[in-house]
């Protein structure tokens, strides 16, 4: 979640005079519940944060109690389907559901559900053109562990977009 | 001396390194604080070094020393002079850092300073005074006092069900593979004081040549808290003092060899590159 | 082309620190101060500086005074506990007119208390922190870049009033990430440091006293007021938006500050007049400032992450003659230590004031 944030922010870096990325998460390294605001705005950003953002990735049971109802109206709620079983009962969001978890399974690596997300975040606002994200997991994992890796991150991006772009053109999993 | 007698040779005097004129101070009579005193102002004569040695001085009666020194010093909090020298040689190297502590400086408030300046080998010196006790505070038990000594804050003398064993610094330094000189000596015959003498100026010594961190600890009488004669307590060092803490070196050597594994060096959070 | 880049606020202090040229940093690790020693492990050797992890806190500020002392530009920082450990130093290093920089990204109190953010540190640190009646500047950032920028101020101040200077975070400052200039910021020349600890040979063999006032403790309080005075006179630093025609001033400082610019962004869409006080210095404090805002205010509401510290301070500004309300930890989103006070609950706070009024 906060790779994606972080990833999301260095991406709208180059694209956007103000970029926040607050991440909010536990005392330990790993593990436990966490969240992030990512705020790219071309106006100076002045909160660190909003109780209610445009739009939101939930990837848990928590994070879906704590923000579904925060949204903005019209806003745009993208939720990973394979973690929470909620329906949203608000009629004044876009909500896509996304099995984010399983697809990244099919492609091999569960820990790539969050890229997924973000480029099904990306096609559905045009926030930053997808290559902006692809440059910006490049500069980030070129040259680490990570590496070995990036292929299968930039076909996640892809596969999130996708998604959305076979939703709006009546694809298998409507919203 | 007849009329006409010229003075051709000056055989008695002090260092250069000691000052009498800074600011008045005394020692109780039959301290032995005033013999390391001199040991210090003849060895940063003898090495010259009295214009790059830096003294850290802790609190209590070892802190005395920083008016008598003509050398440049900070004034410590109480158990802190050896994470300051430590700092100051770290962005000083060229300067002979020094610290002076008591039993309760180094062996109690500031122990945990002492194990770490130990392990990361800074190559500084401290010059270590132990009495057995709290001298300046009035003579309560330190770790360092002497099993049934009593102390204003064990009436009854000191009791190990509930004060514990006297600690060995010394010893416990010369376990540590970052020590390159570690000595225990005494000041209270002419002989220990030539011995102390040579400890102090081998420590400085190893710091110079920069092998890394070097201790020496002197026993040092305490009349007034001891509540003995000056001659009696100079006694009890020999006695009793020495008795629990044997004088001897510990470790002398002129390199730390140490290896590093490369497959240790391949592991970690931190990649290369 | 200015060096701009995506920094979290403990990045950009490392930064702040380099760019000011401070060169030795004595620092042990805690959440979440850690990136701060992190990031300097790494970059200050690059610029031949020093840095070192202590066994301790006390460790690290009692190296921070040796390596002062010797007229290096030296820094550390820590968080909440590691501000209590090192106050005897601190309050050492006031007596002896030492330079130094300490930077507390503030966490959750008291105790060792939890890791993530809070204001909880604000008393400790404006009213000195330790022992014997002294001060410390406390400059307080509340983005990125003026984590950056403050930080080469603290560095200069320090040198300029011979001080302690605060850097007063919290871990959303430390944490969040935004863009920022890199800019070496020039505040003017500087006293010499004629106090230094050398050795003799580089003094010309004059002896450095080491107890300065041991004869004169009534002069050094004296000379410390006056001090104190100048430094109220020419370093006081706040941001007032939107105050002019304000009918509630919020006031705030770290990343509550932020939160409350963007309630009055809010508020003002909604034809509210509200405006911010955004404290830059909590120490000195702008007293006539505030009381000058306060006087074409109806009320002034305070926004902290604590049980309310700000607000005595606010109070004491004000002098009874503008009702004072505060908004304190009970504003945050959650109970436990992982909720912030969020611009929509202080709109909902100024709403619910200016209806009961």
């Not at chain 1, 709620?77 to 394979?82: F, H, I």
């Not at chain 1, 009962?89 to 978890?101: E, G, L, S």
């Not at chain 2, 505070?137 to 006092?145: D, K, L, M, N």
């Not at chain 2, 030539?194 to 400085?204: G, L, S, V």
Request: proline share 4%; net charge negative.
């Amino acid at each position: 979640m906060l790779t994606m944030g972080k990833v999301l922010a260095q991406a709208g870096s180059s694209h956007y005079r103000y970029v926040t990325y607050h991440p909010n998460y536990g005392p330990s390294m790993r593990g436990g519940e966490c969240e992030c605001t990512v705020t790219l705005s071309n106006k100076e950003n002045t909160s660190i944060a909003s109780r209610n953002p445009s739009a939101a990735i939930l990837m848990g049971a928590g994070a879906w109690m704590l923000h579904e109802p925060q949204v903005k109206p019209g806003g745009l709620l993208l939720v990973d389907s394979s973690i929470v079983a909620e329906r949203t009962m608000r009629d004044d969001v876009t909500v896509h559901y996304i099995p984010a978890t399983q697809m990244a399974l099919e492609l091999g690596l569960a820990m790539v559900s969050n890229l997924i997300l973000l480029g099904a975040y990306l096609e559905a606002t045009k926030a930053l053109p997808l290559e902006a994200i692809e440059k910006a997991l490049k500069d980030k994992y070129t040259g680490t562990k990570g590496e070995r890796f990036l292929p299968i991150d930039l076909e996640a991006i892809k596969l999130g977009a996708k998604f959305i772009t076979d939703s709006q053109t009546g694809g298998r999993h409507g919203t | 001396m007849g009329e006409g007698a010229v003075i051709k040779q000056q055989v008695v005097g002090k260092p250069k390194a000691v000052q009498l004129d800074f600011m008045p101070f005394k020692f109780c009579p039959g301290c032995h604080e005033s013999l390391v005193w001199r040991a210090l102002g003849e060895v940063i004569d003898e090495l010259d070094i009295q214009g790059k040695a830096i003294a850290c001085l802790d609190i209590g009666c070892s802190g005395v020393l920083m008016v008598g020194l003509a050398v440049d010093g900070l004034h410590c909090l109480h158990g802190r002079s050896t994470a300051v020298a430590a700092g100051v040689k770290r962005v000083l190297p060229q300067a002979i850092c020094f610290n002076i502590g008591g039993d309760g400086s180094l062996c109690a408030i500031g122990a945990g300073h002492m194990v770490n300046v130990m392990m990361r080998s800074d190559p500084i010196t401290t010059i270590f005074l132990n009495n057995s006790g709290y001298g300046m505070t009035g003579g309560q038990v330190a770790p360092t006092s002497l099993i049934g000594l009593r102390t204003t804050t064990t009436p009854e003398g000191r009791d190990v069900q509930s004060t514990g064993f006297p600690l060995h610094l010394s010893e416990i330094a010369a376990t540590m593979l970052g020590t390159a000189y570690v000595s225990r000596v005494s000041v209270h015959t002419p002989a220990n004081y030539q011995k102390a003498r040579k400890a102090i100026k081998t420590a400085f010594q190893k710091q110079m040549d920069g092998v890394g961190y070097s201790l020496v600890e002197i026993l040092c009488a305490c009349p007034p808290n001891w509540g003995l004669s000056p001659l009696a307590a100079n006694s009890f060092v020999e006695e009793k003092l020495i008795g629990e803490f044997p004088l001897g070196e510990f470790k002398n050597v002129d390199k730390i060899e140490y290896t590093v594994d490369p497959e240790i060096n391949r592991v970690g959070r931190v990649k290369r590159g | 082309m200015a060096d701009r880049r995506l920094l979290s606020g403990n990045e950009a202090i490392g930064w702040g620190a380099i760019l000011g040229e401070c060169k030795a940093f004595f620092g042990y690790p805690i959440t979440p101060q850690s990136e701060i020693l992190e990031f300097l492990a790494t970059e200050l050797p690059k610029v031949g500086g020093v840095f070192l992890q202590t066994e301790d806190e006390i460790a690290a500020v009692s190296m921070v005074y040796g390596s002062s002392m010797t007229g290096t530009r030296t820094m550390s920082a820590t968080s909440s506990p590691g501000i209590s450990l090192m106050q005897e130093t601190v309050s050492l290093m006031a007596y002896l007119k030492v330079p130094s920089v300490i930077v507390d990204v503030c966490r959750f109190g008291p105790g060792s208390g939890m890791a993530q953010t809070s204001q909880t540190d604000y008393r400790q640190v404006t009213k000195g922190g330790g022992h014997g009646g002294y001060r410390c500047i406390v400059l307080a950032p509340s983005s990125s870049q003026e984590c950056c920028d403050l930080v080469q101020l603290a560095l200069w101040l320090a040198d300029r009033y011979q001080m302690t200077v605060y850097v007063l975070t919290d871990a959303t400052i430390g944490q969040s990430c935004e863009l920022v200039d890199l800019k070496t910021r020039d505040f003017g020349a500087l006293p010499d440091k004629d106090w230094v600890i050398r050795g003799l040979d580089a003094r010309g063999g004059v002896r450095q006293g080491f107890h300065q006032h041991m004869w004169d403790y009534v002069g050094y309080h004296q000379d410390m007021n006056e001090k104190y005075r100048e430094i109220a006179e020419n370093e006081i630093k706040y941001e007032a938006y939107c105050a002019d025609d304000a009918e509630v001033i919020l006031v705030a400082y770290g990343y509550v500050s932020r939160m409350a610019k963007g309630a009055v962004d809010l508020v003002r869409e909604e034809g509210l007049k509200v405006g911010l006080l955004r404290l830059i210095t909590l120490w000195p404090f702008p007293t006539n400032t505030l009381r000058e805002l306060g006087s074409r205010a109806r009320r002034v509401l305070v926004v902290e992450h604590s049980s309310g510290l700000l607000v005595e301070d606010v109070e004491c500004a004000l002098q009874g003659k503008v009702p004072v309300h505060l908004l304190g930890i009970w504003g945050t989103h959650r109970r436990d230590s992982s909720g912030i006070i969020y611009p929509e609950r202080i709109v909902e706070e100024i709403k619910q004031m200016e209806s009961v009024a």
